[in-house]
């Protein structure tokens, strides 16, 4: 069973409000990413993180921010949430194999926003 | 760059019927492929992997081989089950990269 949590599990919002989707790992992990899933299934990476101190954006851009302060720790923020905000957001973190790439993903069960 | 293409969906089998999800990719180094099974309301796990060509990764029945020559990674399964209903993704990692990369995904149903 994976060891990363995400919450809230689902979250129903007005336009405007400033909102903080909460990651948590106990792996260990080094790298830990956000993913926000569209209802076509496809997934879009909007952040990733090396390790502590370490954020990079991904391929789909975001008006949400990270933050890395603890290895275990990587919340997601909306400083002033849209409707166009409404998603799932998946996180994940991940170890590296042998082979130097990066390793089997680790997801959390996901975060459905909703804002009104 | 580097990409992962399957089969759209969605595939719908009857309980008992054969599966195969294709999956091809395109990488300019020697990436390690995944399979991950999405299961409703839930977040993505790892069905199977496969680190090298010609290897086999397999899980709850379910297999692939990693095909260097045609850079293929196809998902089969004898014998689907109404639980197997889910969304599939193909997927690729390469060495020195921090990125995985998916497949748009591919929605399975089962009927009883």
């Known amino acids: 069973e994976a060891d990363i949590y995400q919450t809230p599990r689902y979250l129903v919002i007005g336009t405007g409000k400033k909102i903080t989707l909460e990651c948590s790992q106990t792996?260990?992990?080094?790298?830990m990413y956000w993913y926000q899933q569209d209802p076509g299934m496809e997934l879009h990476l909007i952040h990733y993180s090396y390790g502590v101190n370490s954020t990079e954006k991904g391929d789909l851009s975001s008006e949400s921010t990270v933050s890395r302060i603890r290895t275990e720790h990587f919340p997601l923020t909306l400083e002033s949430a849209r409707p166009s905000h409404t998603s799932q957001y998946l996180c994940?973190?991940?170890?590296?194999?042998?082979?130097?790439?990066?390793?089997?993903?680790?997801f959390g069960e996901g975060s459905r926003l909703t804002v009104l | 760059g580097d990409s992962v293409t399957q089969m759209e969906g969605p595939v719908t089998l009857s309980e008992e019927a054969f599966l195969t999800i294709n999956c091809t990719y395109t990488?300019?180094?020697?990436?390690?492929l995944f399979w991950y099974v999405q299961y409703p309301g839930e977040g993505l796990q790892l069905l199977l992997k496969?680190?090298?060509?010609?290897d086999k990764g397999s899980n709850k029945g379910f297999e692939a081989t990693y095909r260097k020559e045609t850079t293929s990674f196809h998902l089969e399964k004898g014998s689907v089950q109404v639980s197997d209903s889910a969304v599939y993704f193909c997927a690729l990692s390469e060495a020195g990269g921090f990125k995985t990369i998916f497949g748009a995904g591919t929605r399975l149903f089962v009927k009883a």
């Open positions: 792996m260990g992990h080094d790298k």
């Open positions: 994940a973190s991940s170890g590296e194999l042998a082979t130097g790439a990066t390793g089997e993903l680790f």
């Open positions: 496969a680190t090298k060509a010609d």
């Open positions: 990488a300019t180094g020697y990436p390690s």
